[in-house]
């Protein structure tokens, strides 16, 4: 009786630890910060006159956004060093969303000429669109994944539904202590 109390013990505890992280926004220090993107292969570089070196793109290089999702760099939109992707899980009967990777605002396109809203430390945290603008031309923008935009914000993935009305907010950046609903 013992053993199989030990046990039971034990796996409630690995199930709440892992409950834990599933909530817990994740951490980043500083020194990630600093370098979000990290790769499974080094690079290719190349000598210039100076004596140092110019990495050479590599398409199957691999770029880790974190909990286990990647991205091959080939895939990215063309100019994107970094990629992120709104995750929704669950969380026993409620959903939560969360951002996973970093956003990069590479300016107005067509297709994308609103405006990124920023917090106060300089994070995107949504996007309010102008005429015109639809979630596959934001995603570029923003180097993150237009269909999760979509599917966060309830906004379709069909020809005609991906569009935005003027003034429309779209978030980037879930805030995770926020339930999120599935759209109807």
Known sequence: MKRAATIAWATAG???VGIVALI???RVSPATAAHPVRSSAASTAGPTP????TPTPDPDRVI????GISVKAGDLP???TT?????IFGVGS?????????????????GATGTVNRDAGGDILSYTAAPGDDIWSIGDRLCTNPLMIGRYNHVGSNPGEHTLQPGETVVI??????EWTPGA
Do not use: E, F
């Open 14 to 16: 690995v199930a709440a």
């Open 24 to 26: 817990a926004p994740p």
């Open 50 to 53: 100076g004596g140092t070196s």
């Open 64 to 67: 880790w956004l974190g909990d």
């Open 78 to 80: 063309n100019g994107c």
């Open 83 to 87: 990629y992120s992707k709104i995750q």
């Open 94 to 110: 409620h959903s939560y969303g969360r951002l996973v990777g970093d956003p990069d605002d590479r300016g107005p396109s067509a």
């Open 173 to 178: 950046r879930p805030d995770m202590n926020v």
